[in-house]
């Protein structure tokens, strides 16, 4: 498969890889609602999952979803491997892109699941392809044109695959001490050497800005990154996201459209049942780094009592990271 235009003038299909778990399933929605909406030719989507970590009615449910927005889709078991192991908010869901890279040696692009598409997402495999680069693996740039700083760590949420094969990573894992994000430092040490970078609006961290209006460019794919979530923020506190132009009001926006196409079908019930599950985290959240995904966790709790919460904490928000909070 190429991402190049074909030779009759239409675009050609974007393949685009991802893996979720059960607590995954309702973003997995907005995900591929957001990336089919805005992309300028076909997608074809690969969706891997750790074996025991989605359940075969989520499955079942989110494949007739899936299908009624018209999403090309299939869904892939993996093994799991007691090596793929959790940290903090990180599952081990994140290793399968090891497993599903090793396997896809056609060009493709990985998007993790806490992502949205929009305009010009679809042009990534176009804009590395262009650089006639040796380069086995595309990231996006921290600032346009280059990394943050000379070998500084790349996040691994947004990966474009050139075609070909792919590093072997099993014996390096094997080797390597576990440290805090022990997927994104494996992906460092294979590919660094090797790495070609795209534009920064293929990976835009929504923890980095606080307003939309602050930034220059416009994001091609806006990352959810972090230990909380857009979809973990109770409705009624959004309108403060929103007349901030905070970056969680763009998957709001993507969540809108996603349920206007499927809200008045036949899966409407499961659908709200994952909405309201994905609120509000299952267990109290003390770890550290954290403090957002508490702050969550209490107004999905206390319901409209939160508001008190909302006015008694604005003054602490410098302690939670931009862009992530509705204490604007």
């Known amino acids: 498969m190429s991402a190049n235009k074909s030779t009759h003038?239409?675009?050609?299909?974007?393949?685009?890889?991802?893996a979720i778990d059960n607590n995954m399933a309702y973003p997995l929605l907005v995900w591929a609602s957001s990336l089919i909406q805005s992309a300028q030719?076909?997608?074809?989507?690969?969706?891997?999952?750790?074996?025991?970590?989605?359940?075969?009615?989520?499955?079942?449910?989110?494949?007739?979803?899936?299908?009624h927005l018209g999403a090309n889709h299939l869904f892939h078991e993996l093994p799991f491997d007691p090596r793929f192991i959790a940290q903090g908010h990180i599952s081990p869901t994140t290793f399968a892109k090891f497993l599903l890279a090793e396997e896809t040696l056609e060009p493709h692009v990985w998007i993790d699941a806490d992502a949205v598409g929009l305009s010009g997402w679809d042009s990534i495999l176009d804009d590395s392809g262009a650089q006639n680069s040796p380069s086995e693996l595309f990231v996006a740039a921290r600032d346009?044109?280059?990394?943050?700083?000379?070998?500084?760590?790349?996040?691994?949420?947004?990966?474009?695959w050139p075609a070909g094969e792919r590093r072997p990573w099993s014996e390096?894992?094997?080797?390597?001490?576990?440290?805090?994000?022990?997927?994104?430092?494996?992906?460092?040490?294979l590919y660094g050497d090797v790495l070609g970078t795209v534009s920064s609006s293929y990976n835009v961290l929504s923890y980095r800005v606080d307003s939309l209006?602050?930034?220059?460019?416009?994001?091609?794919?806006?990352?959810?990154?972090?230990?909380?979530?857009?979809?973990?923020?109770?409705?009624?506190y959004r309108v403060l996201c929103q007349r901030h132009?905070?970056?969680?009001?763009?998957?709001?926006?993507?969540?809108a459209l996603m349920l206007s196409k499927l809200e008045s079908g036949p899966l409407r019930a499961w659908i709200l049942?994952?909405?309201?599950?994905?609120?509000?985290?299952?267990?109290?959240?003390?770890?550290?780094?954290?403090?957002?995904?508490?702050?969550?966790?209490?107004?999905?709790?206390?319901?409209?009592?939160?508001w008190l919460i909302v006015m008694l904490a604005k003054p602490f928000t410098v302690r939670i990271p931009s862009g992530t909070h509705p204490l604007h």
């Not at 003038?9 to 991802?18: K, L, R």
């Not at 346009?144 to 790349?154: I, N, T, V, W, Y």
């Not at 390096?172 to 040490?189: G, H, K, S, Y």
């Not at 132009?245 to 993507?254: K, N, R, T, V």
């Open 9 to 18: 003038g239409a675009p050609s299909e974007i393949h685009v890889v991802g």
């Open 41 to 67: 030719r076909p997608v074809r989507f690969t969706i891997g999952f750790l074996s025991g970590t989605l359940s075969a009615d989520n499955r079942e449910k989110l494949h007739l979803c899936l299908t």
């Open 144 to 160: 346009e044109g280059s990394l943050e700083k000379p070998g500084a760590a790349f996040n691994a949420g947004i990966l474009a």
């Open 172 to 189: 390096r894992l094997d080797t390597m001490d576990v440290v805090e994000t022990q997927e994104q430092q494996l992906f460092n040490e």
């Open 213 to 236: 209006r602050e930034i220059g460019h416009q994001p091609r794919i806006l990352h959810f990154a972090g230990p909380h979530k857009p979809w973990q923020l109770p409705g009624r």
């Open 245 to 255: 132009a905070c970056p969680w009001s763009l998957w709001f926006s993507a969540e």
């Open 273 to 306: 049942k994952q909405k309201r599950a994905a609120t509000r985290p299952s267990r109290l959240p003390l770890d550290r780094g954290s403090r957002g995904k508490l702050l969550l966790w209490c107004l999905s709790i206390l319901g409209p009592a939160g």
